[in-house]
């Protein structure tokens, strides 16, 4: 029984490490160079990006879009350039910045 308990709790601290995080992620891309999460830097902060689309079912997929393409004019006059983030870790930080508050 003492094995059994000890292989289910080696396996779910696995399973919580190899659960990416959408912060390190952010910092891993640079992300933070012009994001932080309550303060604007260049670009918005990201409880305000959250703000914005609060409720918005659209707004993953949407976001996801901007950071590939790059966009400037929601936020102000500097523009984002066009990122390269593979896809799996561009959701991940997505939905971390949403879930900001």
Not at 13 to 42: E, F, I, W
Request: glycine share 8%.
């Amino acid at each position: 029984m003492k094995l059994l308990f000890a292989t289910l709790l080696t396996g779910f601290a696995l399973s919580a490490q190899a659960a990416p995080d959408g912060q390190a992620l952010a910092a891993k891309y640079n992300c933070l160079a012009c994001h932080q999460v309550a303060t604007k830097v260049v670009g918005p902060a990201y409880k305000d990006v959250a703000a914005k689309y609060k409720g918005d079912k659209g707004a993953e997929a949407r976001l996801i879009d901007k950071v590939k393409k790059g966009g400037v004019g929601v936020w102000g006059q500097i523009p984002m350039p066009a990122q390269q983030v593979n896809d799996a870790d561009l959701k991940v930080i997505v939905q971390w910045v949403l879930s900001q508050k």
